[in-house]
């Protein structure tokens, strides 16, 4: 065990700690539980986070970082910016695959909505999803799968509600998967704004 703290880097503890969160929530994490998880000693965590805290800020910070990262991820699968999207909101979502880690997840939310520390990172995160949802919104009328016209400063917050508000009603009617949620949702609200071939025929009478 003495020769493994060095061996695990940052990023896998603040990997561990987003599943033990998934399993318990944030109130009921120890550094213990993060520590068996990743084969280190609790005393390794406290060296490099200081405490619960610190490890939680840790993982707050880092997670303004995974929008870019993913956006980079799914543009490389996916020819079409719509494609890309949908696969964006759903894998931003991949860690609250069940109503009970969509709980405990949202347990985070709670302390990142009342603790101004967790509040500044949270923002960022949130900004950053919107800028990678806009993005590729303002790639998808380049491409022709939006309208010309379309708002996408505007659609873009709605489609950040639109995940928001599906996580929340799907973690209650349990109807289906995340995915499949998500999914209708935001083609919900792209359906109006795509491009519509106008059927051929005389002119309209004046």
């Given at each position: 065990m003495a020769g493994r703290p060095r061996g695990v880097d940052d990023a896998a503890i603040l990997r561990a700690a987003t599943e033990v969160i998934g399993r318990v929530g944030p109130a009921k994490l120890t550094l213990a539980t993060v520590a068996d998880e990743v084969g280190l000693v609790p005393g390794t965590l406290i060296q490099r986070f200081g405490s619960k805290r610190g490890l939680l800020l840790a993982l707050a910070a880092r997670s303004a970082h995974l929008p870019e990262t993913l956006?980079?991820?799914?543009?490389?699968?996916?020819?079409?910016?719509?494609?890309a999207l949908l696969a964006f909101a759903v894998e931003s979502m991949s860690d609250v695959a069940t109503p009970q880690s969509y709980a405990n997840h949202l347990a985070f939310?709670?302390?990142?909505?009342?603790?101004?520390?967790?509040?500044?990172?949270?923002?960022?995160?949130?900004r950053a999803q919107g800028r990678v949802i806009g993005t590729l919104l303002d790639e998808a009328v380049s491409a022709g799968e939006l309208a010309t016209l379309t708002d996408t400063a505007g659609v873009a917050g709605s489609i950040q509600t639109a995940i928001a508000g599906a996580g929340l009603t799907w973690a209650l009617d349990r109807r289906g998967t995340l995915a499949e949620r998500l999914e209708r949702e935001i083609r919900t609200v792209l359906a109006p704004l795509r491009p519509t071939t106008p059927a051929a025929g005389p002119p309209a009478p004046a």
């Open positions: 956006h980079e991820r799914v543009r490389e699968r996916h020819d079409s910016p719509l494609g939310l709670c302390m990142d909505l009342t603790d101004p520390e967790f509040h500044e990172h949270a923002l960022a995160v949130h």
